[in-house]
């Protein structure tokens, strides 16, 4: 199964450098790009809603396969769409493939290995998706040198070609609907909640500033990478006059980064702290994304964008701890579900503020406003209290703070 997702990951990696410029085939502009994106975001947004029911009532096996199809036939006919709008529409039926697809084999990990053996069954599958989504870009940007076309074609025969796999490889199990909510927001794309958060179940927890902070945490996280996605193929080709074919290079230079430090920033969260690791992470962010809007060359863009990973990196592992340290069992399923949302409400907003920006001020506003909010999630990192059980200063519970 894990190399089943590194595969459609590879493949979902393929499209990233190629869709902005794709667009700039219809004569639209970066603001159209975000469209595009939060399109996609949107429905899958929607697709999470309804998943949960769905797994409930097929089982896993049936809807990987169903949601693996989906992906497929929608990305290649967005390869061959004749407009703008119809490429907008078909990425937002790939959306709720997407919901699909993650949404059952999330369920089938968490609900059919041993819970001692979860935590590391996990990072294995969130390795398999880092290195998807990282490897992806490079191939992708020389697969668009060829035609732009092409990314979005390979992806749709990779996902055709992965949902009979799914019937094969998943067993035959139904795992309930609310397996999903123990999954804590491990996975660097968000898991579906089996419901929406239900905002009276989630006061008591909204009062702890170290919620609140995993909360904008988690939104940043997803703000960076959709606003990534929309800028940086059209700052690689349009302000630094480099080829399509290596406009994958700095996303995959970024993953690798991460993917470097990750494991590592896991470790110094549970052994120094979630602020530790959290309030230094979301500075050095904020500062790089300022710094991106003023590059004047390559390897001043490069090099950043290293520096960008990893910082990104160091900040997810805190934010996730947070939740499971505020949380008891009662609150787990409704704070983990708040913890995506906010992911996907960045994800939601990012690509089109970033484009609209870029399209009417420029890049270097951009960037500036991307990194205004990290800024924001910075702050509220700053005065959240530390929940680490053996550091906290207070009783690990829930208060005002």
Request: glycine share 12%.
């Amino acid at each position: 199964m894990i190399g089943m997702v590194l595969f459609i990951m590879l493949g979902f990696g393929l499209i990233i450098p190629a869709l902005p410029l794709f667009v700039k085939k219809f004569s639209v502009g970066a603001s159209g790009v975000g469209i595009l994106l939060s399109a996609f975001a949107v429905m899958r947004l929607i697709g999470d809603m309804i998943a949960g029911s769905l797994i409930d009532r097929f089982g896993e096996r049936a809807m990987a396969a169903i949601g693996a199809a989906i992906v497929g036939i929608s990305s290649a006919s967005a390869g061959a769409a004749p407009s703008y709008w119809w490429l907008v529409a078909l990425r937002g039926v790939g959306g709720i493939g997407s919901a699909f697809f993650l949404g059952a084999v999330t369920a089938y990990l968490i609900g059919s290995i041993d819970p001692v053996e979860r935590g590391r069954a996990v990072g294995v599958f969130q390795g398999a998706v880092g290195i998807g989504i990282t490897l992806g870009p490079a191939v992708g940007g020389v697969l668009q040198s060829i035609s732009v076309r092409l990314p979005l074609y390979v992806y749709g025969i990779v996902a055709i070609a992965t949902a009979p796999v799914c019937l094969v490889v998943l067993g035959r199990r139904k795992i309930l609907a609310t397996t999903l909510d123990e999954a804590a927001g491990t996975l660097q794309e968000c898991p579906p909640a089996s419901r929406p958060p239900a905002l009276s179940l989630l006061r008591p927890l909204l009062k702890d500033s170290a919620y609140r902070a995993a909360l904008v945490a988690s939104a940043s996280d997803f703000w960076i990478s959709s606003a990534l996605f929309t800028l940086v193929s059209l700052v690689w080709v349009d302000r630094l006059g480099l080829s399509k074919g290596t406009s994958g290079v700095p996303l995959t230079a970024l993953g690798l980064a991460a993917i470097a430090v990750i494991w590592h920033a896991g470790s110094v969260s549970d052994r120094r702290g979630r602020k530790f690791t959290l309030v230094p992470a979301l500075g050095a962010s904020a500062v790089t994304l300022v710094l991106l809007g003023f590059v004047q060359n390559t390897w001043q863009f490069m090099v950043l964008m290293i520096v960008l990973g990893v910082a990104s990196a160091y900040s997810r592992p805190g934010s996730t701890s947070i939740v499971a340290d505020v949380t008891t069992q009662e609150q787990r399923a409704m704070g983990v579900s708040g913890y995506r949302t906010s992911a996907d409400i960045g994800a939601l907003a990012s690509p089109v503020i970033a484009g609209v920006i870029a399209q009417t001020y420029g890049f270097r506003a951009a960037f500036l406003a991307i990194a205004g909010f990290v800024f924001i999630a910075f702050a509220f990192a700053l005065r959240a209290r530390e929940t680490l059980p053996t550091r906290a200063v207070e009783p690990d519970s829930i208060r005002v703070g």
